[in-house]
């Protein structure tokens, strides 16, 4: 019979399981709601960022904003994969989540003046938040067998580093504490690629890209695409409602639908080749997409408070036109990593050409500044034209396997 102790020791051991071994993960599961939860209360960071820049559509606004997003966008990246490799949905993998959560609280608090007066916040509870990733890396990482011992070491250490950098830089002058972040992040993002890179075959098959974690880049996607509607929600509750201002509102809300679009149909939801490079590319330009993403929804909140003016402001023009060119280039580059790419040549080969020239001309159409409707009008255009292509060609498919079918 077995005793209380015995079962109260099953039950803990349910409850509290060990981190996985890496290569242990199920390469089937779906999302769940606590990875969810998680995402969210890191896009209310990503929001802050966003608001903040909103307010300070300057060379230097977009600097700072560049570098905390990053910075936070690391970090998910981070507690990511942690829970993707090594967690369980039990009670352990949910006070994880919790933990990184409660730091993040004061972290988003501080994000409105990171650049300034609340810096110091904003480097310790950075530093903080990466201590506690890195513990959690080395917790896993004491089950690992031989092959990942090394790799596990490295990535704790580069972790490690990036928590001890970071809350030291709480007693730099604000410049040189912003700079000193944005170094960090081009360095670990450096060596998060070059640890991929030198992946043995038997590590590249552990970090191999999941459907699990596709939806998860996919899902955040979508989450940060919900704040270009919040902004535009914003602009027009601060403004009288007129016809012209509702229009270039809801405008602004299909050119975000429009990176929706694009990312979805050429990109989302599918499988990157199973190589280390096109796994860190996949990876990693996510990153530029999701940034250029929460740029564009910072400048629409400018574009319907200027929506009867005659031009767009420049800085509004040039943010909302660059980060539609950045989304359609950065969407044909993560293309670029799939499968599909080498499998589908004669849609993506001249889909890449179409997505590269209709970003020159959104970088045109933001040195143009014309008028928020016309601005908003022409990006919706643009957005529209690979879209285009791609029904074109689908249709001469359609057409060419009925004819050879009718031809049989």
């Given at each position: ?46 929001a802050q960022a966003g608001h903040h820049f909103a307010e300070h559509l300057t060379w230097h ?17 981070n507690g990511s994969l942690h829970h993707e490799l090594h967690g369980h949905e039990d009670a ?229 036109c660059g980060g539609a060119a950045l989304v359609l280039c950065a969407t044909m580059v993560l ?74």
């Open positions: 019979m077995t005793s209380r102790h015995e079962r109260w020791a099953r039950l803990g051991r349910q409850l509290w399981q060990p981190p996985r071994a890496h290569g242990e993960q199920p390469r089937e599961r779906v999302v769940g709601p606590l990875e969810l939860f998680y995402d969210l209360v890191v896009v209310v960071l990503v606004g977009l600097g700072e904003f560049a570098v905390v997003f990053a910075l936070v966008w690391i970090a998910w990246l352990r993998g949910r006070s994880m989540f919790l933990l990184q959560i409660l730091v993040l609280v004061p972290l988003g608090a501080s994000i409105p003046e990171a650049g300034g007066a609340r810096g110091v916040e904003f480097a310790v509870s950075a530093g903080v938040l990466f201590t506690v990733l890195a513990v959690l890396w080395l917790l896993a990482s004491r089950g690992d067998s031989p092959e990942f011992r090394r790799s596990s070491t490295l990535f704790v250490t580069g972790t490690a580093v990036c928590a001890v950098v970071l809350a030291a830089s709480a007693a730099l002058p604000a410049d040189l504490r912003v700079l000193t972040w944005g170094l960090l992040v081009v360095a670990y993002l450096v060596g998060f690629a070059v640890m991929i890179g030198m992946a043995t075959p038997v590590q590249a098959v552990a970090l191999s890209v999941t459907d699990a974690l596709i939806e998860r880049f996919g899902l955040f996607i979508i989450i940060v695409l919900g704040e270009t509607v919040t902004a535009v929600v914003g602009g027009l509750s601060h403004e009288p409602t007129t016809a012209l201002t509702l229009a270039v509102g809801l405008l602004a809300v299909v050119v975000g639908f429009g990176a929706w679009w694009t990312y979805f149909d050429f990109a989302g939801q599918r499988q990157p080749r199973p190589t280390r490079t096109s796994t860190a590319q996949w990876m990693l330009v996510h990153l530029p997409l999701t940034a250029a993403v929460a740029a564009m929804g910072a400048a629409m909140v400018g574009l319907v408070e200027h929506a009867h003016d005659s031009r767009t402001p420049a800085a509004t023009a040039w943010v909302l293309a670029a990593s799939l499968r599909v790419w080498r499998l589908d040549r004669g849609l993506y080969r001249p889909l890449a050409r179409t997505c590269a020239a209709a970003a020159v001309l959104c970088a045109a159409v933001g040195a143009a500044r014309p008028a928020p409707l016309v601005l908003g009008l022409a990006l919706v255009l643009l957005f529209a034209i690979p879209w285009g292509l791609a029904v074109a060609y689908r249709l001469s498919r359609e057409e060419q396997s009925a004819a050879a079918g009718s031809g049989s």
